[in-house]
């Protein structure tokens, strides 16, 4: 127990030390801007002054930031880098801890410098004081120190160079590693908690396009994993889309062969560029269709998935902002007409996708959720999840669609 903490404190402190040196990096990247372009004789305007602070505090906090804890994480160690600073190297050290503690990163009363005053202006039947306030926009640290400033940020960008050469030629498996952020990992355990659920049995007169081959209709017997292929690449472009698209449910002609939701084989393929709709809307990867090519030689095609995308794109919007899903996920069929029919799915059925969605809401960071049509809200309703609802395209509500939901992206 005791040495596998040990490694791990080893495995910390190593982390700290390589992102440390991008911080050094960014600090004397802001720093050299701000030398650029200030000269503390000549005059500047109030935005001119607040893009040279920018500057400052961008240098100050990217210095700082490793010799701060974060919830009682590890901080950089001068002494394991090999750095000994000299007294004058301490004493601008402390005095960039200082700023950045009392005034850049934190608003210390007792070192809030400003004026406030009023001044009485005439209005109809009288007079009136409005308020003013007046801030130091001035530059904090002395110009003389940004030499010095930035022989430390050097020394120090230096030292973890050599610190990394070292590890390299004595332990290269210590730095082959990847180490992605917290928040990025949960979103990833939340996604594959996801790709399982849409993987399961869904019963009776449901296809499910991630798992199930359809012999008559698709081309292989692999059709099930390019839909899922296709289906997480078109997710993986909108890890920080701001809005989720909610319809009833899949089709055949849409999500049924491509394995997207409102998103047909015809526009995956490019064959709806004619009208704006190129492929690359939906992914810059590249797409593969699933169904048999003697059914559709240019794919088949869903009129409610054309008019989405034709929205967006019409409107400029950036589609990698758009999630399009189903609140019952997979494809109901009426059972005598076969895979190529629709049907509404039922009240418990629209029970069961409602696991799947909040999966997928859970792993998104979804700023609006618009829902299409009746079913998609009410499910939205039963999860107690805000949203707003909107017109579904099908069935002559097209126009009624566009309408909504411009108004909706423009609040």
Same mark, same amino acid.
């Given at each position: ?40 004789? &000549? ?37 394991? #880098? ?7 190297? !301490?004493? =601008?050290?402390?005095?960039l ?17 400003? +004026? ?6 005439? #209005? ?14 001035w ?7 940004? =030499? ?13 160079? @050599? ?20 928040? @990025? ?8 908690v ?6 399961? &049995?869904?019963? &009776? ?16 017997a $692999? ?8 289906? !997480?690449?078109?997710?993986?472009? +909108? ?5 989720? @698209?909610?319809?009833?449910?899949m ?15 015809? $526009? ?5 560029? &004619?009208?704006? $709709? ?32 034709? !929205? =967006? ?9 758009y ?19 629709? +049907?509404?799915?039922?009240a ?18 979804? !700023?609006?959720? #618009? *829902? ?9 309703i039963q999860?107690?999840?805000? *949203? ?13 669609? +566009? ?5 909706? $992206?423009?609040?």
């Open positions: 127990m005791g040495n596998q903490v040990k490694r791990e404190n080893n495995h910390a402190r190593l982390k700290r030390i390589i992102y440390s040196g991008w911080d050094f990096q960014q600090s004397l990247s802001a720093l050299t801007f701000l030398m650029e372009e200030f000269d503390s004789e &000549d005059e500047y305007s109030y935005v001119e002054l607040r893009k040279l602070k920018c500057y400052e505090t961008s240098a100050i906090i990217s210095f700082c930031r490793p010799f701060e804890a974060s919830r009682n994480k590890s901080t950089l160690s001068l002494k394991e #880098i090999g750095v000994k600073l000299t007294a004058e190297e !301490k004493q =601008l050290k402390n005095k801890m200082f700023l950045r503690k009392k005034i850049i990163a934190h608003s210390d009363e007792d070192e809030m410098h400003f +004026r406030v005053s009023t001044f009485e202006v005439n #209005i109809p039947n009288g007079k009136m004081n409005i308020p003013h306030a007046q801030f130091d926009e530059i904090k640290l002395p110009e003389e120190d940004f =030499l010095c400033f930035a022989d430390l940020i050097s020394k120090l960008i230096h030292a973890v160079s @050599l610190y990394k050469l070292e590890k390299a030629k004595d332990n290269p498996e210590l730095l082959n590693s990847y180490h992605p952020p917290k928040t @990025l990992i949960n979103n990833q355990k939340a996604l594959n996801f790709y399982k659920l849409i993987k399961e &049995d869904t019963g &009776d007169s449901v296809f499910n396009p991630w798992r199930d081959h359809d012999p008559k209709n698709d081309f292989d $692999i059709s099930p994993e390019i839909r899922l292929y296709n289906l !997480k690449k078109y997710l993986k472009e +909108r890890t920080n889309a701001e809005y989720l @698209l909610l319809a009833e449910a089709g055949y002609q849409g999500g049924h062969f491509t394995g997207i939701p409102m998103t047909s084989e015809r $526009i995956i393929l490019g064959n709806k560029s &004619d009208i704006g $709709i190129s492929s690359s809307h939906v992914c810059n990867s590249t797409l593969r269709r699933t169904s048999n090519q003697k059914r559709h030689e240019n794919g088949f095609n869903e009129p409610t998935a054309t008019i989405v995308w034709q !929205k =967006l794109i019409t409107e400029t919007l950036d589609t990698r902002n999630v399009f899903w189903n609140a019952f996920a997979w494809h109901p069929y009426k059972r005598n007409g076969g895979l190529l029919t629709n +049907r509404t799915p039922g418990s059925e629209m029970r069961e996708g409602e696991i799947v969605l909040k999966a997928l809401i859970d792993a998104f960071k979804f !700023k609006k959720i #618009i *829902a299409l049509g009746n079913k998609a809200h009410n499910t939205l999860l107690q999840i805000d *949203a707003v609802k909107v017109r579904h395209p099908a069935m002559g509500g097209a126009k009624l669609f +566009r309408e909504q939901f411009l108004r909706i $992206i423009k609040q």
